[in-house]
């Protein structure tokens, strides 16, 4: 009742303030406005039904809905530490920012980190350091079924759609891999204008959707695709499995987004809600993937061409490998995509709780086709929160030929970490189709930092390198990354994993893959 009484006074107030002012001085109206506001916005949160709050405590319980909303920047500029924001910390938002203006990423005073805290790793330093190359080595995909190999660079721009950035952001990364001589993913939303106007390298990645390359009932078209492939800035093809955020469900893209351009790249109706599938409808078992794969390639020209994945069972991904060995024929490329990957938006739970985590996925895979005696063959790149040169180093030591950056290079174009991906409301012009809001992204202005950072970041990755006596990326070995256990005790990576030989799968399979060996069935995707 007291509630109710205080409403009640205050709206009183508020006419008694209106009438007075009628007959009165102007300067009433100051007091007469905003009490007749603030008693309607009273009157209406106690009849209101939906939020308990606001019947409890009338205009006020307003404020905790006002701090909720502003609850994300307040934790990251104000609350959270250098080093423990999510999914990306200060340190290294701040590293990239700088290192894409090209100022310097130096910090004083020593590490805020606890080395000593289990799950720390180092890199291992050799007493015996060698000088920086002068030029960073490149990896060169493609194997023996491929007649047009590509060199890739060390890093690279993983896979983001036309449709999920908007046109600047595209525009601006793909002028970035033009000026530094790296690739550029397409994502599977199509291949756009903007992905080929600036003249960058691309790897034209190709989902469920088939988007770009597809019949009006949303098949794969050869002849399409075929077309598409030949031009020259395609360098590579990759068939997108799965990805890290969301491994094993498609995509949904609201009608109200499908505006006439994204129609046009994608090949579907305009402002009709578009559906990629869980599943790909070109082939069920992994025979027939390899053998798509093969087809891709012929098609293509002899193009370098692979697949993604985000690894879940083991004895699948070795079915595919029995696969390769049935058929005589392999991806020259796979991409491993971690657990932690991101995406413009995902259900909280595959995002959180589904997908092998990087470090993982790339173990499994890399020992996979050695045990196979396949790796000579196929080149591995890693993706999922790669955006320093440690975060580079790491993943080749796990097993990685070369690293693909996606919220890196966002943020090399000015993401500020807003999280606002899916909203179209993106507050710097990269994840949105709100042609006011993408003008915010000047693209003469971010080509250059995507360029720079890209190249400083591959120079850290050979410098870190050079500390360990290594030139080659080829040259790092599992002993020269090191796990802290507990506050006493920390192993290589050599000693914390199991490490096959090549070819021993097929000679002697060692215990813990004799059972996923024996049941992975190449006409079969075996749960």
Same mark, same amino acid.
């Given at each position: ?190 291949? /756009? ?273 050079? /500390? ?60």
């Amino acid at each position: 009742m007291k509630r109710i009484a205080i409403v009640v006074l205050a709206l009183a107030a508020g006419i008694v303030a209106v009438v007075a002012a009628a007959g009165f001085s102007p300067w009433w109206w100051v007091a007469a406005v905003p009490l007749t506001l603030l008693g309607l916005l009273g009157a209406a949160d106690l009849l209101q039904r939906r939020h308990s709050v606001l019947r409890n405590y009338p205009v006020l319980g307003h404020a905790r809905f006002l701090l909720e909303r502003i609850r994300p920047e307040l934790q990251q500029y104000f609350i959270e530490r250098n080093f423990d924001g999510r999914p990306f910390d200060r340190d290294v938002r701040t590293i990239v920012y700088e290192r894409a203006k090209g100022t310097d990423a130096e910090q004083p005073y020593g590490t805020e980190r606890d080395v000593y805290l289990p799950g720390y790793e180092f890199l291992v330093p050799s007493m015996a350091p060698c000088p920086v190359p002068k030029t960073p080595p490149r990896v060169r995909i493609g194997g023996p079924d491929c007649s047009r190999p590509y060199d890739m660079a060390l890093l690279n721009v993983s896979a983001m759609s036309f449709g999920s950035l908007s046109s600047n952001a595209i525009l601006a990364l793909n002028g970035g891999a033009a000026a530094g001589g790296f690739a550029h993913d397409t994502g599977e939303g199509g291949l /756009s204008e903007y992905h080929l106007k600036p003249g960058g390298d691309l790897v034209w990645e190709i989902g469920t959707g088939y988007f770009g390359c597809r019949t009006p009932d949303g098949d794969f078209d050869p002849a399409e695709f075929a077309g598409k492939a030949a031009h020259d800035h395609v360098k590579c093809v990759s068939l997108k499995l799965s990805q890290g955020a969301k491994p094993g469900i498609g995509g949904v893209l609201p009608g109200a987004k499908v505006n006439a351009e994204i129609a046009k790249v994608r090949d579907v109706p305009e402002g009709r809600t578009v559906i990629s599938p869980p599943y790909h409808k070109v082939f069920s078992t992994p025979r027939e993937l390899v053998r798509f794969i093969a087809r891709m390639r012929e098609l293509s020209g002899g193009k370098p061409t692979g697949f993604k994945l985000c690894v879940g069972s083991r004895r699948q991904f070795l079915a595919v490998c029995k696969a390769m060995l049935a058929e005589g024929t392999a991806p020259d490329f796979i991409v491993v995509d971690g657990g932690e990957g991101g995406t413009g938006a995902a259900p909280l739970e595959f995002a959180d709780h589904v997908g092998t985590p990087l470090t993982e996925g790339l173990l499994t895979v890399h020992n996979a086709l050695v045990g196979a005696g396949l790796r000579d063959r196929i080149k591995i790149g890693a993706s999922g929160k790669i955006a320093t040169g440690t975060d580079l180093v790491k993943r080749l030591v796990q097993g990685a030929d070369y690293g693909n950056a996606a919220r890196a290079m966002m943020f090399a174009v000015g993401c500020i970490q807003a999280q606002r991906c899916h909203t179209n409301t993106c507050p710097t012009g990269v994840t949105t189709q709100d042609p006011r809001r993408a003008r915010a992204l000047d693209v003469r202005d971010k080509t250059p930092r995507v360029q720079r950072f890209q190249e400083a970041t591959v120079a850290s990755a050979l410098q870190l390198m050079a /500390s360990m006596g290594v030139t080659d990326p080829a040259d790092l070995r599992p002993h020269m990354l090191r796990r802290r256990i507990d506050p006493y005790t920390e192993r290589s990576y050599e000693e914390l994993y199991e490490w096959l030989d090549a070819g021993q799968l097929l000679a002697e399979p060692p215990a813990a893959w004799a059972a996923d060996w024996t049941a992975a069935d190449p006409d079969r995707f075996t749960v």
